[in-house]
């Protein structure tokens, strides 16, 4: 039966997923309308149209495959998908950001159509991102000044983005990454001066200073290939074991490490053990595992099953060609896909009954 945890995040996840539509759906409201009314061009209105109806589908997908466990591949693959969609959100937003002549271009060539004079020109050719019946009746959309308008961009695209993270410690720092970036950029129109002096101050805080690591409580055993052969591929009769492969570098790896220590708490037992791997420290292991520990690998972190020594399991998944599939790691996922409450239960209530005939014989 489902823990009061698991169904919060069941519940939390169709909860995005229905963000994720509402976002879909009036992306292709609004771009379907500018489109039609001759707001924009052909190349601005069409892509943020495929934007949409893509989200659209793929918070459908997600909440098919978290009601129906037939349907489970398809939360893996709109994981996937919304990667995609990120970049495809990070290309548009460039091109419009840097084709803003070619907009007031457009802009000009249907004045007439549009029935704009040049004041009006002129502020369209400021505001190129909303429609014109709105920027015709007041100064700022909404009446927002521009660094309102900045930051309401930021938070849009963390409500977009933040369900790619696994964990509240990815949310959050997403959460920061978003609010420096549009720091920055109103400061850019704000004082220049500023702009770089901030820019510096993140750049030296990115590099000197990193995720803070967790240093709670975990039953997780720290593995190097001694004690790995010892313990798991080489023990007769060995426990199950979930073993984390990580790296201190990794952002990814260190917004997991809270949650790999609380399942260790909830699960452990004699029959399920829970282990990790530094694969910076010990690179032999990481390739013995078919674990590429690149800059740019998907790989991080990645957790395998062992069971009697072999391997049973491991996420993110590897089909038989070597391609990887990406995946996000939660913990509703991590619970469901390794079975863990099943092994804990079931092997435990096995061993309690191996114990129980030894003391009456």
Not at 306 to 318: A, T, V, W, Y
Request: glycine share 6%.
């Amino acid at each position: 039966m489902a823990s009061c945890s698991e169904c919060l995040a069941g519940a939390g996840l169709l909860i995005f997923n229905g963000v994720d539509f509402i976002a879909g759906v009036a992306l292709c409201i609004y771009s379907l309308y500018i489109g039609t009314n001759h707001f924009a061009p052909l190349w601005l209105y069409v892509p943020l149209l495929a934007i949409g109806s893509i989200l659209v589908v793929v918070s459908i997908m997600s909440s098919f495959g978290l009601v129906f466990q037939s349907c489970s591949i398809c939360m893996a693959l709109s994981s996937d998908v919304l990667m995609w969609i990120s970049l495809a959100e990070l290309g548009l937003s460039v091109v419009i950001f840097t084709q803003g002549g070619a907009i007031g271009d457009f802009l000009r060539e249907h004045s007439d159509e549009l029935k704009l004079n040049e004041d009006q020109l002129a502020r369209f050719e400021r505001h190129k991102f909303y429609p014109a019946e709105a920027l015709l009746q007041r100064e700022n959309f909404l009446n927002l000044t521009l660094e309102q308008e900045i930051f309401l961009l930021a938070l849009g695209s963390w409500l977009l983005n933040y369900r790619k993270k696994a964990t509240v410690d990815g949310v959050i720092a997403l959460f920061y990454m978003y609010g420096k970036i549009a720091i920055l950029a109103s400061l850019y129109y704000l004082d220049i001066t500023l702009f770089g002096w901030y820019l510096v101050v993140c750049l030296v805080l990115f590099g000197a200073v990193g995720l803070p690591r967790y240093d709670g409580a975990s039953n997780i055993v720290e593995l190097n290939p001694a004690t790995m052969e010892k313990l798991i591929t080489k023990a007769v009769d060995s426990p199950s074991w979930l073993v984390f492969y990580y790296t201190d570098w990794s952002d990814s790896c260190v917004e997991h490490e809270p949650m790999l220590a609380d399942l260790s708490l909830r699960y452990s037992s004699t029959s399920l053990q829970f282990g990790r791997v530094d694969v910076n420290k010990w690179p032999d292991l990481a390739v013995e595992n078919q674990i590429n520990v690149s800059t740019s690998s998907w790989q991080l972190p990645t957790l395998i099953l062992f069971q009697s020594g072999k391997e049973m399991m491991r996420l993110p998944p590897i089909d038989e060609n070597g391609k990887i599939t990406k995946s996000v790691l939660d913990q509703a996922s991590l619970i469901a896909a390794f079975k863990l409450q099943a092994l804990k239960e079931r092997k435990l209530q096995l061993w309690m009954n191996i114990k129980i005939l030894d003391d009456t014989s």
